[in-house]
């Protein structure tokens, strides 16, 4: 945290190593974040870019709390709310078929992938935004409550209920690959 404010009041006095340390210390996990929620790398790391460009446009108004981490997560999640408003469908193409490898597990790894981004789309705006950060960004559920700006209890019964919804999409997508193989 002391680290965090002491870059902070670095930018803020227009330091420009701060600027970059800030960047290189939270750059992937915000693209992480990004990319669960549009599933392109190009726009997720767009959405990276601008996250960081809002941050720094109100730097001189930023008032240090402990958690800058927090603060960058809403804005991306803002942006992703946004970047869903223009865009409803999303087809799944996030992987490039032509450079998958014929090794079986590679090709296991990546059906994975894309049946949870898959599941996590047919799943409600609120309850993936619990998931991602959940179990993607692993963050405490008090964190998740800050950065959504609601109470710990609807954390909890949106990461339940996002949990049930998502073990029923399990079920129904093995009893159908059950029947497709019979």
Not at 69 to 85: A, E, G, H, Q, V
Not at 109 to 126: G, H, Q, T, Y
């Amino acid at each position: 945290m002391e680290a965090d404010y002491l870059l902070i009041k670095r930018m803020k006095q227009g330091d420009e190593g701060a600027f970059d340390q800030f960047i290189h210390k939270y750059y992937q996990d915000i693209l992480n974040y990004c990319s669960y929620h549009c599933g392109n790398n190009e726009d997720a790391e767009d959405l990276t870019q601008e996250t960081f460009v809002n941050f720094f446009s109100r730097l001189s108004d930023y008032q240090f709390r402990g958690k800058s981490k927090n603060y960058l997560y809403t804005i991306s999640s803002n942006l992703c709310k946004n970047y869903y408003k223009k865009k409803k469908d999303i087809p799944i193409e996030s992987f490039q078929l032509e450079n998958i490898k014929s090794d079986k597990d590679e090709n296991l790894k990546i059906d994975n992938k894309m049946f949870i981004e898959w599941a996590l789309r047919k799943l409600s705006e609120e309850y993936k935004e619990v998931i991602i950060l959940y179990y993607f960004e692993e963050l405490k559920l008090k964190d998740i409550a800050k950065i959504l700006n609601i109470g710990l209890p609807l954390v909890k019964y949106r990461l339940r209920q996002a949990k049930m919804q998502l073990k029923e999409l399990l079920e129904k997508e093995d009893r159908n690959e059950n029947r497709r193989s019979n």
